[in-house]
Structures are given as structure tokens and as C-alpha cells.
């Protein structure tokens, strides 16, 4: 079994319950359990941990060093702001896949602009509870080896 981290950043918690043209009506324990349903199916132990505090994100990426073998980040608009956490995960040595429900690069332009995406294996964004699901495919792809190219 591969050990997967799947973090939440801020507000993620209220998915589901407003702005479902953004974010569809998923709830987060739904996302986080067809996270842990569809782990299971690659070979994936997944844990999960939603915060809206960027230091408890930062924590919880400096415990993943040597602990877990991925981590499926949706930073929420952390993504757009923190060098903090860009800093926490080029040293945590994981890979990182950052995952967005909301496709970010069609919407507002402080959107566009990812402090994530520079220390990440790769980005889903746009396909609402299914970017998880694609960003843990590809995790098990990149943890495979198969990561070339
Ligand atoms: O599309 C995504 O997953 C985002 O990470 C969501 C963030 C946003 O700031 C990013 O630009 C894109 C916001 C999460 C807020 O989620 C809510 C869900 C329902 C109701 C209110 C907020």
C-alpha cells in the first residue's frame, strides 16, 4: 500500500453548501471518501485533513517527510497567495499533485498565478470531485514509475 495524503485548504469545508456553480454540490466528506473508495482501488491507504489555517497546512506537509508517499493538495486560495506553503512542500519531499475543483485558469486572474504549481508533479483543476479522484490516478501513475515524460 502506498500512503496518500489528501489536504484541504481553507473554506473547502463549506463545499456543497453554497457557490454550486463553482464548486458543484459534492460535499467535502463526500470528496474525501471517494478519495479513501478510489485509493483503495490503486493500492492507496489515503488519509485526509481539511484546515482553514495555514500553519496547521504547513505542519501537516513538514509530517508527511518520510511518513507518506504523496499528497493531494487543494491549497483553496492559499494556492494564489503563500509562499509559505510553497516553501513547506519543496522541502518536505513529497510529491505534490494540486488539485482544483474549479477550473482556476477560467476564472479571475489573480486565479491564474499558482505559488503550488511550481514545487508539483502536475495540476487537475476543473473537473469538481473527479479532479481528486484524476490527481490520485496520477500519483499511483508517478509512484509507479511510469512517470516519464
Ligand atoms: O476550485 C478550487 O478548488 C479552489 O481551490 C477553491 C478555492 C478558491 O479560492 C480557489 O481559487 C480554487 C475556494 C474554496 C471555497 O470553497 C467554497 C465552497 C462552497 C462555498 C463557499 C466556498
Redesign the pocket.
Known sequence: MTKILVLNGP??N??G???PE??GRTTLKEVEDLCVSHGETLGQSVSHLQSNHEGVLIDAIHAARGVQDGIVL?A??Y??TSVALMDAIASAEVPVVEV???N?HARETF?HTSYIARVSIGQV?GFGAQSYVMALDALAAYLSKDNVG
Open positions: 473554506n473547502l463549506m463545499l453548501m453554497r457557490q463553482f464548486y487543494n483553496g486560495a494556492t494564489h482544483h475543483m474549479s482556476i486565479r483543476c
